[in-house]
């Protein structure tokens, strides 16, 4: 006991202290839930806080329709066996225009079926807190974020007048209409999520694991064929290849890397020697620089 | 560090064991200390070139990152055909279109021997929120200066702000040093400035060290280009810089932030431990009730989803307690040690740095917010305000934007607290506009407000009025060592030639103060702590009288060191290490204890049957052997004048 907590230790603790003060302060908080490895984190760690009660608050997710298959069979098995209250939004206004990533491209798909969704799914439910998985390490607008983030009654993120944040005192006080997102991974790297992953042993999408899978080359990445709504273009074929994913997301938008890690050790190996970072994979991300800033003004997470 | 994890995952794969190296890498990773800090300064003294210059030389940029890099640094960048590192850090595009850092960035990077999270924060004064919210949880700042420039107002400001926030090591990163010729001359003058200036503020180390963000020059390297320069590179002294503020040495403080009661057999009281420690069977108090319980259960969570109860909890731990007894505590209530509590108070003294645009409105009600407790509260008074450029207390009528004063709160009712020095996690408070919900400033307590509303000082004369009429800058010096070192000996010289200068001096040790204010105290422990403490006390009174005072005891052990420095408070406090060999102490043994403790007729001897914690970082540290008292009182002397005291 004479020893000061490990990295781990310190970063586990940070997070449930900010799980457990917006459960104590908000009327209607909701954990943002995307099945990805953060969300997975955020999840256990949101368990172990109020343990041995539940989570009081709900989870919602927020569905594009074009979510790898394994994602969603996950996501289900997971509300099932953790027993939490899971809310499912897709955007059925996009639904009807027939939003999708191939012909509208990723801006506006990722605007119209996750952005515009997001903001109607919070407004539905009147929250007045969500918390979100993202890291301060994934991107240069994130680095400047705060861990509770304030949103006017339209969503949006104003960077240059944040409120201040001093020590662990949080000013949780929001008017009508007004919400915060909350980002208990804030101080957390992606080394840091993996070995927890490993030392927690937390169930995640096992399309993070390498496997088979059957891949086309476009645009320099390689995208999976999740199912027949991907049309070949001239010149493309399908190959199986070994592959896995460092991040997920919409299957279009999402890039596989060649891999042969199929376990969690391996995983951690390829992350060290890693010349990329993580966002690469990410077409969203890749428009234009500053691209990730101008989404978070318009609600994103 | 990426490169070393290359290597190793690397040169082990021969083995064939991917599982075994992962393993051992990630078992290092958790053994890794932590260090948080902050870097301030002036506008354009190149904060953000340096953050970004140490994550490059560390390794921590990804190939993608870079490509990203070097396309901003044409389109924006500032540094002509360079990679401009700032460009790194300045993650918002009204920054990187302006070339300026508006909001605080926390970055986060590893060596081989630590973990860090580095908040780059704005130098321009209007974003000094900003910095502040970097520095509220930082133990060290980087005070970069432009060798050029010098000190300048903002310097000030930053390094005043760092220290009322409790942040108690510097470094003094002298940059641009490549435009003054590597010049060691102005370097000096840089350093000797900043330590005067900087001589009041209570910081327990200050490093300077001469570099170029731009080229590297001692960032993580030694530079060639100093030859001058033996002192640690930046990153050498950010793995070793020893900031520990032993939080588990303090007493138990837990903000009790939910109550959870997921069925009528289970009521947990949930929160992180802000400091000390505690076990299962413990007794403890609700602070504000003074009732006393014992602690029954201390719950977590195992990775299976089982309990997983622990015997103790510590500082820094989120846990859930179960108590023995059905107590009457809630949120923003404190369980805490019954021999240690907190202040429970409704008025109260404290620092405030505003944040508003909107000034400070005397007697308007605010929301104020501790960790856990919140309450509606008023400032009473506002006693001054700091005139940062001179560190002097002005009279003022108001706060406005980013300034810095000393206020009367009045809660509307009682909060638990410890002074901020004490303890930065249960002294600190926020203050909330009720009707904009902004956060107009945060504040520090230094005590439990005394007298009636509007009386805020007891009497006319001030230290500095009793100080002014002597001609003198009151302090304490605090001698610390070996019995037999030589710590009376030297103080008594110090004191004539002091005295030889005009001022007005006493010396306090165990010969005047054991026959009567000490009288009837042992030499256990608990006796010493309250010689130490006792000490403090009266060393303090006659600082507050404009005296120079010298205290000469061995006060063995570093807290007790510490107690007397916090008992100082804000009056200059120099820590005087007489640093002498324990054989040639023995050897001399002035008054004979050595010899009866070695006989065993002493208990408790410091050297002999008790440790003595040499100081880490004393402000002077005096090597006595081959040396005479009056050259050693020479080297205090010297001290003194260069931290302005003289």
């Not at chain 1, 979100?132 to 993120?157: L, M, P, T, Y």
């Not at chain 2, 003074?290 to 909890?313: E, F, N, S």
């Not at chain 2, 050259?631 to 010297?638: D, F, K, P, T, W």
Request: glycine share 6%; proline share 4%.
């Amino acid at each position: 006991m004479n020893k000061p907590l490990s990295h781990l230790e310190r970063l586990e603790a940070e997070s449930i202290h900010i799980l457990r003060e917006v459960a104590a302060t908000f009327q209607r908080p909701v954990m943002l839930y995307s099945v990805g490895k953060d969300s997975s984190v955020m999840l256990h760690l949101a368990m172990k806080a109020f343990y041995p009660a539940k989570p009081p608050f709900p989870f919602l997710h927020v569905d594009t329709t074009w979510k790898f298959r394994e994602m969603i069979e996950f996501r289900d098995r997971m509300a099932r066996e953790r027993g939490f209250d899971l809310d499912v939004h897709i955007n059925q206004d996009g639904v009807e225009q027939g939003i999708n990533p191939f012909d509208h491209g990723s801006n506006t798909h990722t605007h119209i079926m996750k952005t515009v969704a997001l903001r109607q799914a919070l407004d539905a439910g009147r929250y007045d807190a969500a918390f979100g998985g993202a890291r301060r390490d994934e991107e240069k607008s994130r680095a400047k974020e705060r861990i509770f983030s304030f949103r006017n009654s339209s969503h949006a993120w104003d960077p240059k007048g944040q409120r201040p944040e001093m020590w662990k005192i949080y000013n949780t006080r929001v008017g009508q209409g007004e919400s915060i997102r909350v980002f208990p991974l804030s101080n957390w790297t992606e080394l840091d999520i993996w070995q927890y992953i490993l030392a927690e042993e937390i169930p995640i999408v096992p399309l993070y694991f390498a496997k088979k899978r059957p891949v086309v080359e476009r645009d320099g990445m390689l995208i999976m064929v999740d199912d027949d709504r991907m049309k070949l273009q001239p010149g493309e074929k399908i190959e199986e290849k070994m592959v896995r994913f460092r991040t997920l997301g919409c299957y279009p938008l999402t890039g596989a890397i060649e891999s042969e890690a199929d376990d969690l050790p391996g995983i951690v190996r390829e992350m060290l020697i890693a010349r990329t970072s993580e966002r690469q994979g990410r077409l969203i991300d890749r428009d234009e620089a500053g691209s990730m800033e101008k989404k978070k003004r318009e609600g994103y997470f | 560090m990426r490169a070393t994890a290359i290597s190793e995952a690397t040169t082990n794969d021969a083995a064939g064991d991917a599982a075994a190296t992962v393993a051992d890498y990630l078992a290092k990773q958790e053994s890794k200390s932590f260090l948080r800090f902050l870097t301030c300064g002036s506008v354009d003294d190149g904060k953000s070139t340096l953050i970004g210059r140490l994550l490059y030389d560390t390794k921590l940029i990804f190939e993608d990152q870079l490509a990203a890099l070097e396309r901003d640094s044409r389109k924006h960048g500032t540094t002509g055909e360079d990679i401009d590192f700032a460009l790194l850090v300045d993650g918002l595009e009204a920054e990187r279109e302006q070339g300026i850092t508006i909001d605080v960035a926390y970055r986060f990077f590893a060596t081989d021997k630590r973990k860090f999270i580095v908040a780059d924060t704005p130098g321009h004064e209007q974003y000094t929120r900003n910095m502040a919210t970097g520095a509220s949880t930082a133990d060290l700042a980087i005070v970069l200066i432009d060798a050029r420039q010098g000190i300048l107002t903002q310097t000030r400001r930053h390094s005043f702000i760092a220290s009322l926030l409790g942040i108690r090591h510097i470094v003094l990163a002298v940059n641009k040093i490549d435009l003054v010729d590597f010049s060691q001359e102005r370097f000096e003058a840089i350093r000797r400035d900043y330590e005067i200036f900087a001589a009041s503020l209570g910081f327990r180390s200050i490093t300077a060290i001469p570099l170029s963000a731009r080229y590297g020059d001692n960032v993580t390297q030694p530079s060639a280009n100093m030859p001058w320069y033996d002192g640690p590179s930046l990153l050498g002294l950010l793995e070793t810089v020893n900031v520990d503020d032993d939080l588990a040495g303090k007493p138990f403080r837990f903000p009790v932030q939910f109550v959870s009661r997921p069925h009528l057999n289970f009521r947990g009281f949930q929160g992180q431990v802000a400091s000390g420690r505690v076990a299962v069977g413990d007794t403890v108090a609700v602070a504000k009730s003074g009732v006393t319980t014992r602690i029954k259960r201390i719950v977590t969570m195992a990775p299976d989803g089982t309990d997983l109860d622990l015997d103790q909890a510590r500082d820094g731990q989120s846990v859930t307690f179960v108590l023995a007894d059905e107590v009457d505590c809630s949120r923003g209530d404190m369980l805490v040690d019954p021999q240690a509590a907190p202040v429970i108070a409704d008025r109260f003294d404290a620092r405030l740095v505003w944040f508003a645009e909107r000034a400070l409105v005397a007697g308007r009600q605010y929301i104020l917010r501790t960790e856990t407790d919140q309450t509606a509260a008023a400032i009473a008074v506002l006693q001054n305000r700091i005139d940062i450029s001179k560190l002097e207390e002005v009279k003022a009528d108001t706060l406005a934007l980013n300034d810095v004063g000393t206020v009367t709160i009045a809660a509307q009712r009682p909060i638990a607290f410890d002074p901020y020095r004490a303890n930065r996690a249960t002294g600190a408070f926020i203050l909330i506009d009720r009707i904009s919900n902004q956060t107009v400033a945060a504040g520090m307590i230094t005590a439990q407000a005394s007298g009636s509303a509007g009386q805020h000082r007891l009497f006319d004369v001030t230290q500095k009025d009793r100080a002014a009429i002597k001609h003198q800058k009151p302090a304490i010096l605090w001698f610390t060592g070996l019995s037999g070192a030589g710590k009376s000996t030297i103080a008594n010289t110090l004191e004539r030639r002091l005295h030889g200068l005009g001022l007005h001096t006493y010396v306090l040790d165990g010969a005047n103060t054991r026959q009567g204010l000490n009288r009837g105290l042992g030499f256990d422990a608990a006796s010493r702590r309250e010689e130490v403490q006792r000490i403090a006390h009266v060393a303090k009174l006659m600082a507050d009288a404009g005296l120079v005072v010298m205290a000469s005891f061995i006060s063995p052990l570093r807290e007790e060191r510490q107690i007397a420095r916090d008992i100082a408070g804000d009056n200059a406090f120099l820590e005087i290490f007489v640093d002498a060999d324990l054989e040639d102490c023995m050897q001399r043994d002035p008054k004979g204890f050595y010899k009866l403790a070695l006989e065993g007729e002493l208990k408790h001897f410091t050297g002999v049957n008790e440790p003595y914690e040499a100081p880490d970082s004393a402000d002077v540290h005096l090597r006595v052997k081959g040396r005479t008292p009056e050259e050693l009182a020479a080297e205090i002397e010297a001290a003194l004048k260069a931290k302005g005291l003289l």
